[in-house]
């Protein structure tokens, strides 16, 4: 039975999430905040050194403090000293370094104590005696054939690619041909909340471990460490202050499950964010070549694309990343010439890992930068250039997969160059006292995001009705503050006809919780309250086939809404949810029902090369921005900024403005001012006074235009949108920042000082 | 954090006897913005820590005979919300608003700013331009420095062991003074300054008559450009005159490369900025 939109009663409305209020006041309980009778202190001793080799460790002086009750080295883990992570990497990481650190951070002990005091001071009385090894820091340099081995199996962790046409003969057609090479930096996730929890075994010998995470199924590769079956290992995760990918997959869960499991006590870990920024995974940074041609009408003729990866010490999520990475490169643009090459490294950095858009905010900033340079090339209008090579629905992707939904280009584009027209409106006290010598410009982008893994794996829910008609929301996928929660529970209610508060749920607890998922790559809407629906869809039509009979009526024209069942057209006559679920529940039908999604991993043909590199649907979009270049200085200002994406269905319109903003926000910081600076493996930027996330006072006018084409895979049509507004801003920022100064911004962040040194010198310092 | 004694005194008198023959195990704490980072990253290890926050008496703002007094226990948000600074001590008060972010500035003294000595210190800058002076007191008396005096190099002070900053003053601007600041940072809250510019003009029709120029973040101290400021003097301003001063600042600056900038940046901002802030405070038209 399709879902009618018509009579729907909260589709569409923008509730708030539950625990705003909670989490503005300070209330809301985090990891960092429980504290168990008995517990113990935990820390870890790291690396800081890139690459070293560990001649002696002697942690017998830790030892023998009192109040120490566990010293750890990788000789004590029970199980296999493998983080593991992400199936199919090289399981190439260690939980605590055996011999060899290979990046800055790297845990070497644990210690576990009665007091964080002698923590700390069981942490100094270990010796370590490390031979220093120059680090490896330059992926290019990695790439070489004499480089030195960061890993035995080699540098190159995958090296993907594929080719359609011609690209030779394409060039050969082109009027225009641009190369340009970009660079991104490493960006940290920078969630407010800092990696903790704590870690204990229950007498059932079952390790009980609540951390903030975004994907609670890691407990198997927590049982694998501690050498124990999947059943005996149980992940709660709490509401979690923020993961932009950072916590998908372990951080120091797999050290707490090895500290509890030791000491047979509850024990804590904390990380301030020194040690949560010098030990973390960031976003990798990429070294992009495109080289693109069009014909004399502006046609793309042959699309180049080059990617180098710096995937840091340890492989990750780095496979993952770049098969999605190809899938990227190729772009929204029709092209019948097309090569895709790409090529991920080992380096002695800081690891890259998942951040939100995994790979494409990267990837569309160098792709639209080139957009840009070749419709200047040309002399065309940039959104002319694009309405004639955009892909349209029915068209495919180079990779070979067709885009069977909505394809909005020209729709977001405008609707954002509107939104920014409004945008400045709102900014029309500051702008008049701008110096008339600021350079000011309009820059544009388009993007394409993926949402839905085609990876064959099952997402699960369940919905409870109880004998008064309220029902219980059982779903394993954690919330990390963008309303994962707030959605499967709008969904339920839409679906079962119950007014908001007569939903509960139950989330996040990798045994109580049917398995859904990881919250990332803005799958969590299509993945966890798509089986709720699917869970919810049968329970309503037991309730509606109750109702028809109680109220002598054809099923269809049955409505539930607002916890009473009544034949459309006359809502007084009804009947209350209460006395359904007794009635549907004599008639046999199970008041638990199970939902289950599976996105399948059919290839489309000529796509086997590509394969992996496809989701089950894009989101589309657009972004107009305009800026204020201060032609002395280089300062950048934003002066507002518009934004438009066809998100398919606005369930909750209020939560796609607030991640439409959010990642605008965020977008900024990667644009303008976010840089880990790494030097010789270490992030030199490790706290938040050298680590610039933008502030309140950095945030510009901000209108965000939705569009609602009914065209998507979630529940009623919905499209991912968790990360699509971060992983345009980039592209778009310095769109406008390339006209303004005259010169093609090639590397991120734009910092004033480059922008100074390319007015002065006519060309993007690298 | 290492454990210490905690003393809080409440009165200067019983301050200056607590910390009396104990430096340099002792440390001050006022609003403790840079102190407790330095102690939980262990860098500073003291024996005593010593609060200054309970003397009251050294937390005041207020004009007697000609010169605005500030108590060294003054927050910045203190200075932000006096309509005494905003009038009479403009230039100060347009480095309180940039000041970190609120928090920071509930907290935070112009005592510690000043005897912290960072090379970006905000309040530095103008209290610099301002020509103010730093009273200190210890159980043997009292004495009085200028500030382009106090600072002894890169987070080095004056202050000798014993001593406690009381107070920060400076004379009221003649009326007309022309007054202009600037911080550079690289975002508009929470930023530690790239470059600093403040700058204080007399005039007599075109010509300057007095001139005051301070930086902050471009040597291993704030400090006041005295030759660039020695090109205006007695001269009449015009935008040559304006080029050579600015050309003369950048020339005296002596910046290092870190994290948030390079050398040349700095040096090129420098004298950017002290062109803009003078020509600004002249409505002068700027030619470039
Ligand atoms: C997040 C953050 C943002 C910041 N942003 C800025 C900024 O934008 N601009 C800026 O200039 N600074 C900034 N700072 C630095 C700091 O806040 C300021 O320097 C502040 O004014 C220090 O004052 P305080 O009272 O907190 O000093 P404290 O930390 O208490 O003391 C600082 C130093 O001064 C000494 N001291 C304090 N009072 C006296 C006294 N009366 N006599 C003698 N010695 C004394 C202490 O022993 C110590 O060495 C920032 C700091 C943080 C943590």
Request: proline share 6%; hydrophobic share 40%.
């Amino acid at each position: 039975m399709p879902f009618d939109k018509t009579t729907a009663t909260l589709l569409g409305k923008s509730i708030p999430q539950p625990d705003s209020l909670e989490k503005a006041v300070g209330e809301t309980l985090f990891s960092d905040d429980i504290r168990l009778p008995g517990m113990l202190w935990g820390l870890a001793l790291r690396s800081p050194f890139a690459n070293a080799r560990i001649r002696r460790l002697d942690v017998s002086k830790a030892k023998a403090l009192p109040g120490v009750r566990a010293v750890l080295t990788a000789r004590d883990i029970p199980g296999v000293n493998r983080r593991g992570n992400m199936p199919g990497n090289r399981d190439d990481q260690p939980v605590l370094v055996e011999d060899r650190t290979r990046a800055v951070g790297d845990p070497i002990a644990l210690v576990a104590a009665d007091s964080s005091e002698t923590a700390k001071e069981a942490i100094s009385a270990i010796t370590v005696d490390y031979e220093q090894l120059a680090p490896v820091e330059d992926p290019l340099v990695s790439l070489e054939p004499d480089a030195p081995l960061v890993d035995e199996e080699g540098n190159v962790i995958g090296d993907l690619g594929y080719t359609r046409g011609d690209t030779e003969k394409g060039f050969s057609m082109a009027s225009a041909i641009v190369e340009e090479t970009y660079r991104t930096q490493f960006a940290e996730h920078a969630y407010l909340e800092p990696e903790a929890g704590v870690a204990w075994t229950d007498p059932g010998d079952v390790l009980h471990i609540r951390c903030g995470t975004q994907w609670v199924e890691n407990f198997r590769h927590i049982a694998r460490i501690l050498g124990v079956s999947h059943n005996h290992v149980r992940i709660e995760s709490p509401l979690v202050g923020g993961g932009f990918g950072g916590k998908i997959f372990m951080t120091i869960e797999p050290l707490l499950a090895l500290l509890a499991k030791a000491t047979g006590r509850p024990v804590r870990m904390a990380l301030t964010r020194e040690e949560s920024i010098l030990s973390s995974t960031k976003r990798h940074p990429y070294i992009l070549r495109y080289k693109m041609g069009a014909d004399a009408d502006g046609r793309l003729t042959a699309l180049l694309a080059d990617l180098v990866g710096d995937v840091g010490a340890y492989s990750d999520a780095s496979p993952v990343i770049a098969w999605y990475s190809i899938g990227f490169l190729g772009g929204h643009y029709r092209c019948k010439n097309v090569q895709v090459h790409s090529r991920f490294v080992l380096t002695n950095n800081p690891s890259g890992t998942a951040m939100r858009g995994v790979g494409s905010a990267q990837i569309t900033f160098a792709l639209e930068g080139t957009m840009d340079s070749l419709a200047e090339k040309l002399g065309m209008d940039p959104f002319e250039f694009r309405k004639r090579n955009h892909l349209s629905k029915g068209e495919s992707l180079s990779t070979g997969q067709p885009l069977k939904n909505a394809v909005f280009f020209s729709e977001t584009w405008e609707a954002a160059d509107k939104a920014l027209d409004r945008a400045l409106l709102r900014n029309s006290e500051e702008i008049p006292k701008l110096s008339p010598k600021v350079l000011r410009a309009r820059g544009h982008a388009s993007n394409m995001t993926g949402y839905g893994r085609r990876h064959g794996h099952l997402s699960q829910a369940q919905v409870s009705v109880q004998f008064d008609g309220s029902a219980v929301v059982s779903v394993g996928v954690a919330d990390i503050g963008s309303g994962q929660r707030l959605g499967c529970q709008q969904v339920a209610a839409e679906v079962l006809g119950l007014p908001m508060d007569k939903v509960t749920l139950s989330t996040s607890d990798s045994q109580l919780n049917p398995i859904a998922g990881m919250t990332a790559g803005s799958r969590t809407f299509l993945n966890a309250a798509g089986p709720v629906q699917r869970a919810a869809e049968p329970i309503a039509k037991a309730l509606k086939e109750a109702a028809a009979s109680l109220l002598e009526a054809r099923i269809d024209d049955i409505i539930l809404a607002d916890g009473k069942a009544f034949v459309k057209g006359s809502p007084s006559v009804n009947v209350p949810h209460a006395q359904l679920v007794p009635a549907a529940a004599a008639a046999g039908t199970s008041l638990t029902q199970l939902g289950t999604l599976k996105i399948e991993e059919d290839l489309y043909p000529g796509e086997e090369t590509a394969h992996n590199a496809g989701w089950l649907d894009y989101t589309f979009g657009g972004m107009a921005v305009e800026v204020a270049v201060d032609p002395q200085t280089g300062q950048v200002m934003l002066l507002g900024l518009g934004i438009s994406h066809d998100v398919g269905t606005a369930v909750n319109p209020q939560i796609v403005v607030g991640q439409c903003e959010g990642g605008v926000v965020q977008g900024m910081g990667l644009a303008l001012t976010e840089d880990c600076c790494v030097k010789r493996g270490k992030a030199e930027a490790h706290d938040f006074s050298t680590y610039l996330i933008p502030t309140s006072l950095d945030i510009p006018s901000i209108e965000v235009a939705i569009l609602e084409s009914g065209e998507g895979e979630g529940p009623f049509g919905a499209r991912g949108i968790g990360e699509p507004p971060h992983n345009i801003t980039p592209a778009a920022i310095a769109s406008a920042v390339s006209r303004a100064i005259g010169v093609r911004v090639t590397s991120l962040p734009i910092t004033p000082e480059m922008v100074l040194t390319a007015l002065r010198t006519g060309e993007w310092p690298h | 954090m290492r454990g210490f004694d905690f003393l809080s005194p409440k009165s200067l008198i019983a301050a200056l006897r607590a910390i009396d023959g104990k430096a340099p195990t002792c440390k001050l704490l006022a609003g403790g913005t840079n102190v407790i980072p330095t102690l939980r990253d262990g860098t500073l290890k003291p024996r005593f820590v010593v609060d200054l926050g309970g003397i009251k008496a050294l937390n005041y703002i207020r004009e007697k005979q000609g010169w605005i007094q500030i108590g060294a226990l003054t927050t910045i948000r203190d200075l932000l919300n006096s309509p005494l600074i905003k009038k009479k001590g403009s230039l100060l008060w347009e480095a309180t608003h940039i000041f970190a972010g609120p928090l920071v500035r509930n907290r935070a003294t112009v005592g510690g700013n000043l005897a912290d000595a960072s090379p970006a210190a905000d309040t530095a800058v103008p209290l610099l331009a301002l020509g103010a002076r730093v009273k200190l007191r210890s159980l043997k008396g009292q004495r009085t420095v200028p500030l382009n005096r106090f600072f002894a190099g890169y987070q080095r002070t004056v202050i000798k062991p014993g001593e406690i900053v009381t107070e920060v003053t400076f004379p009221v601007p003649a009326r007309g003074r022309k007054q202009s600041y600037y911080k550079l940072g690289r975002r508009n809250a929470m930023a530690i300054s790239v470059v600093s510019v403040a700058v204080l003009l007399q005039m007599k029709g075109k010509i300057c008559t007095d001139t005051a120029i301070a930086l902050g973040a471009v040597a291993p101290t704030p400090l006041r450009v005295e030759k660039a400021e020695g090109i205006l003097r007695g001269k009449k301003v015009d935008l040559e005159l304006v080029k050579h001063c600015a050309q003369a600042a950048a020339k005296s600056v002596k910046p290092i490369d870190d994290i948030r900038a390079s050398a040349d940046y700095r040096r090129t901002l420098c004298e950017v900025l002290v062109h803009r802030m003078i020509c600004q405070s002249l409505g002068l038209e700027d030619a470039d």
